[in-house]
């Protein structure tokens, strides 16, 4: 059974730095595409940031340059560098990861099969 377990959310400034970690436990974790996503209060759920089991990243286009994702295998963890956040930022923030599928990019829901509960980020201006 896989489990995803987000951490290092809570309240910042606008200008603050977060890091969010999450926690992968029972499967393949280096063989994973992981990924996070975003869902701000009253709005659908977004991607935000993908790393490949290869190490490609990606991001959506209005976190690129502030937000970095890592990962560190031999912690089966990965990480969401946040700076400079942003009031618009704020959203609870999941953790996504699973098998890599032909053709997948990682920047869709649909790409994931195991996810966490997730951990709040809140942005005060």
């Known amino acids: 059974q896989v489990q995803l377990v987000e951490s290092g959310g809570g309240l910042v400034q606008a200008g603050d730095s977060l890091r969010l970690s999450c926690a992968a436990s029972?499967?393949?974790?280096?063989?994973?595409?992981m990924g996070w996503f975003r869902q701000p209060p009253g709005k659908e759920r977004e991607f935000v940031a993908a790393?490949?089991?290869?190490?490609?990243?990606s991001y959506k286009d209005s976190v690129k340059g502030r937000f970095t994702i890592s990962r560190d295998n031999a912690k089966n963890t990965v990480y969401l560098r946040m700076n400079s956040l942003k009031p618009e930022d704020a959203a609870v923030y999941y953790c996504?990861?699973?098998?890599?599928?032909?053709?997948?990019?990682?920047?869709?829901?649909?790409?994931?099969?195991?996810w966490g509960q997730g951990t709040q980020v809140t942005v005060s201006s």
């Open positions: 029972g499967g393949p974790f280096s063989r994973y595409g």
């Open positions: 790393v490949s089991w290869t190490g490609f990243t």
């Open positions: 996504a990861g699973g098998p890599e599928r032909f053709g997948s990019s990682l920047t869709r829901a649909t790409d994931y099969e195991y």
